[in-house]
């Protein structure tokens, strides 16, 4: 049976701004305060769903949020109607009014960690929601989340889904920027790789000292239970500490994998020679030929790597067997890390070609294009079980695009963000989608 992986891209949310919210996040806070441009935003990210559904790749879409989250805000001690819960935050305490209105999911990375049916003990595909407790704009999420999956695999013959794990620092749990998975083919067994950045419990593993380690051992050896994966089909590693002190809050901006490829930072991880044989040979016993391809700090720093998103790049299979790298465009803009991917593709190696696209509004605000994706290995048999109306076709790319230009603002700044219209707006918008996608009643203003 053939098998696929399926990229599923989140679209961003109607109230996309730079809030500055993401301590340990370079762009983030670098960019913090500029205005946004929610509309570009999105068509930028629809295009690169396109633009791989025509390379002939299976490509899918994954919802927004309903931002401002005024049930967020109730919670915390604001009252009243929609309009003055809103009103009065953002008289006093506008820190929480921008975090309730983040558009941070878009980077659908962090909604959840997925095991492919060959890998789990009960042959389905098994999804747990991150946590995201690590910053408040982003702990909200998971709710949802969890709705929208549970919309989209809805085939409970195929799909498994798990609530995020306790919302306690010690399960800090980031979802699938700190996960990856080595296979010989989608469909065949592999070998499912989890990253962290400290360990809750044991104070003999280092930890950073400057940013937070958002994920913990914990909480990835928690989702490899939920998912039923077996000792030999999994290896924890641990981030290096100092790498995330400069910026790299997951191990999506440092390292990314496919199928019997690892791409990665020379500072990458600890005790790098100890996993590299382990995931060697677990691979091995799955009868997959493992290869790194370790980019020396002398020709990328960790700056240029933070800076560029070199590694937060999509590497993808072709029929031919070579790989695909889809980067952003900073990566050309960046003279060491451009010459570098131009000698890598020359090579002759795994990686043939390198492709750019402009998400600069993304990136402004600290997500490429690996952020930008949740990536799902599915048979034939499970992909016809997906929810068709998520699934890109050029008639969805046109009712999207459609969709974005009658629905977004081409500006938005902290100060709009205290406009109850925006509410409205957004509310309008994603009922709307909700029947594109035929996702039926899954954000709160539908539910309740």
Known sequence: MKSFEVNFDGLVGPTHNYGGLSFGNVASQSNSQQASNPKEAALQGLEKMKALMDMGFVQGVLAPQERPDVAALRSLGFSGTDAQVIERAAKDAMPLLVASCSASSMWVANAATVSPSADTADGRVHFTAANLNCKFHRSIEHPTTSRVLGAMFADQQHFAHHAALPAVAQFGDEGAANHTRFCRD?????????????SAFDSRYPAPQKYPARQTLEASQAVARLHGLSEEGVVFAQQNPSVIDQGVFHNDVIAVGNGELLFHHQDAFLNTEAMLD??????????????????PRDQVTVDDAVRSYLFNSQLLSRADGSMLLIVPEECRANPRVWSYLQGLTSAGGAIREVKVFDLKQSMQNGGGPACLRLRVALNETELAAVNPGVIMSAPLYDTLTGWVNKHYRDALRESDLADPQLLLECRTALDELTQILKLGSVYPFQIN
Do not use: P, W
């Open 278 to 295: 382990e995931l060697r040979r677990k691979l091995a016993a799955r009868g997959a030929k493992f290869e790194s391809i370790s980019v």
């Open 186 to 198: 989608y469909g065949e067994a592999g070998v499912e790789f989890f990253v962290y950045g400290r």
